[in-house]
């Protein structure tokens, strides 16, 4: 910052006095203040005066004083605190306010100042040969989104490189400032990221149903009195618990020996879970009655569970309901088939620690190959099931354990230029 002072005698003008048009707009200002505090307009007129002259000159301050019934030091205190107030003339066509604050110092704020110094003067608040252009460097003017910036007049200039700037000071020069746009100076939506967004690229809907599992037809030979009970029963559980029961999708499960219908009903159960976990879940409430937990009124009448033509009532089912599991390993009930064979150390795989690797294996996972076969849908099961949604595709595991799988430690160590955890 630099000490403010006004501008040497040589140049102060002997009077000042507002056009009609500002001295009509200064009595309406002065009197939207209480009888007492006209002073509160000290800024704006001391805002005007420099709009109308280019500059703030002692006379300019001392007949604001006068207007607003104030001690000239307590308005020139408010002209030299702000460095808003510009103290000597500067140039008439553009004076160009340069952020240096550490934002745009670090992208490039000192170029654009080697710019202003080689194109208009070398000194800040000098004028150029012409009296056309000026120059100071600025604290932060609250564009640091996209820094560096300039400001000239009322606008800002953002995103800016040598070059532009050096376009933008011509255009000034040459009377052409209207022709540049103000804001961004690049391909961005004002202040979102560089080049289009890259997040949230996908409606919610959109997202709900990529990550909802595929939820099969029902069909009247359904036993609903396994199925909407199952659905219930996991809807109206605490999340981790109803992911726990988590459906078989590649063939029957090893320790399973349960009957289609059964299964039938634990896929109703995931879907229920699913679908909960995206809209309104009524059976969460406190105040949530039976009917209400029960598959089909959670799920909007989307769950296989809910009654066909034939199938028994949902009380009648909710008595035959199975009792919820309490395993202590999240995810028993297998969703692939474990491979025969040792367990590959699935730990190798960044982001998979002992506790992951147990609740993967607990869900038929022992393999690196399985792990980097996964569909898109049982990437989305499985991310239910463990509650991380997002994080397989985040931590590359797909990636790693093909690496694993193809070669080994040393696979992984080419592929990825590190050695697996
Ligand atoms: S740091 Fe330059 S605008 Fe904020």
Not at 132 to 155: K, R
Request: proline share 8%; with cysteine; net charge negative.
């Amino acid at each position: 910052m630099s000490v403010r002072r006004l501008a040497d005698d040589s140049i102060q003008p002997q009077a000042f006095a507002f056009s009609n048009d500002n001295a009509a707009w200064a009595q309406k200002k002065i009197a939207q203040y209480p009888t007492g505090r006209q002073q509160s307009a000290v800024i704006p007129l001391l805002w005007r005066a420099q709009e109308q002259e280019g500059w703030l000159s002692r006379s300019a301050i001392e007949s604001i004083a006068k207007l607003l019934g104030m001690a000239y030091i307590r308005v020139l205190e408010v002209a030299t605190f702000y460095t808003q107030f510009l103290l000597k003339p500067v140039g008439s066509k553009a004076h160009v306010l340069i952020c240096g604050t550490t934002p745009c110092m670090l992208r490039g704020a000192e170029d654009l100042r080697d710019v202003c110094q080689h194109h208009i003067h070398n000194d800040p608040f000098m004028l150029n040969e012409a009296g056309t252009l000026s120059w100071e460097e600025v604290e932060c003017l609250g564009a640091c989104v996209n820094a560096p910036m300039v400001m000239i007049g009322n606008d800002t200039y953002e995103d800016l490189t040598p070059q532009r700037m050096r376009e933008i000071l011509v255009a000034f020069e040459t009377g052409n400032g209207d022709s540049i746009k103000p804001g961004t100076q690049i391909e961005r939506g004002n202040s979102a990221a560089e080049g289009g967004a890259t997040t949230l690229l996908v409606p919610p809907s959109k997202t709900r149903e990529k990550f909802s599992p595929p939820v099969p037809p029902a069909t009247p030979e359904q036993p609903a009195a396994v199925a909407a009970p199952q659905a219930a029963t996991s809807a109206a559980k605490p999340r981790d618990v109803t992911e726990e029961s988590a459906p078989a999708i590649k063939g029957p499960a090893p320790q399973a020996k349960v009957s289609e219908a059964k299964a039938e009903g634990e896929r109703a159960a995931a879907a229920a879970a699913a679908n909960a976990d995206g809209e309104p879940n009524r059976a969460m409430r406190e105040d949530a009655t039976g009917a209400e937990s029960s598959a089909g009124k959670i799920d909007g009448g989307r769950a296989p569970g809910k009654p066909t033509a034939g199938a028994p009532s949902e009380n009648a089912s909710a008595t035959k309901a199975e009792p919820v599991t309490t395993d202590p390993v999240p995810g028993s009930t297998a969703l692939l088939v474990a491979p025969a064979g040792a367990a590959d150390n699935l730990k190798l795989i960044s982001g998979v620690g002992p506790k992951l690797e147990a609740r993967l294996n607990a869900l038929g996972i022992t393999k690196w190959s399985q792990v980097a076969e996964l569909t898109e849908t049982e990437i989305a099961k499985v991310e239910g099931t463990l509650n991380f949604r997002g994080r397989i595709g985040r931590d590359k595991w797909l990636e790693q354990a093909k690496a694993l799988a193809t070669g080994g430690a040393a696979e992984y160590l080419r592929v990825f230029g590190k050695d697996p955890k």
